[in-house]
């Protein structure tokens, strides 16, 4: 089973999936957190959500290599979030490999839980490096909900489910 949780920033997404992952686990799920300390606020954030999750997870932090990581747990894995790791990636110069490794991150048999934010609702940035990762937001969004079984869109801390629902076929 593969779910992805996609919103905006601050739309409770990240609630939802961990609540999702909790009831999907057969023991304690892992938490994978993508996010790297790059300053003060962002260090203040990472501590209120391992406040939040309390010891309801089993932490793991991974900057890059997902695949690499997921292959080796036995229960369902929350991946926080995949946007943090295609920025990752672009600020490593990975941006060539993404939807490769997204493609054997798919493939592997764990159930995942992936939370994304939701970028391609705004307006086009001036800034080519902007532009850029919400391109590739907007691929990895895609190739995200064609795998996952199912799919959240998070809006004001309400989740509707939108996959399987009604699809159009292209």
């Not at 994978?32 to 003060?40: M, W």
């Not at 894995?77 to 490593?92: A, G, Q, R, T």
């Not at 991150?105 to 970028?119: A, C, G, I, Y």
């Amino acid at each position: 089973m593969k779910a992805l949780f996609i919103g905006g920033i601050k739309s409770g997404k990240s609630r939802h999936a961990e609540s999702f992952a909790l009831q999907q686990a057969k023991k304690r799920p892992y938490y994978l957190a993508t996010t790297e300390f790059f300053d003060k606020e962002m260090r203040r954030r990472i501590k209120r959500h391992k406040k939040q999750r309390k010891k309801s997870f089993k932490t793991i932090e991974e900057p890059l290599k997902l695949a690499k990581v997921i292959k080796k747990c036995d229960d369902v894995v929350l991946v926080e979030d995949i946007s943090m790791w295609i920025n990752n990636m672009l600020y490593h110069g990975k941006a060539k490999k993404i939807e490769k490794e997204l493609a054997k991150l798919l493939s592997l048999p764990q159930d995942m839980v992936f939370v994304l934010n939701n970028v391609g609702e705004s307006v086009i940035s001036e800034n080519a490096l902007v532009r850029e990762f919400c391109d590739i937001n907007g691929v990895v969004s895609q190739m995200l909900a064609k795998e996952c079984d199912v799919v959240y869109n998070v809006v004001a801390g309400i989740a509707t489910r939108i996959k399987p629902g009604f699809c159009i076929r292209i």
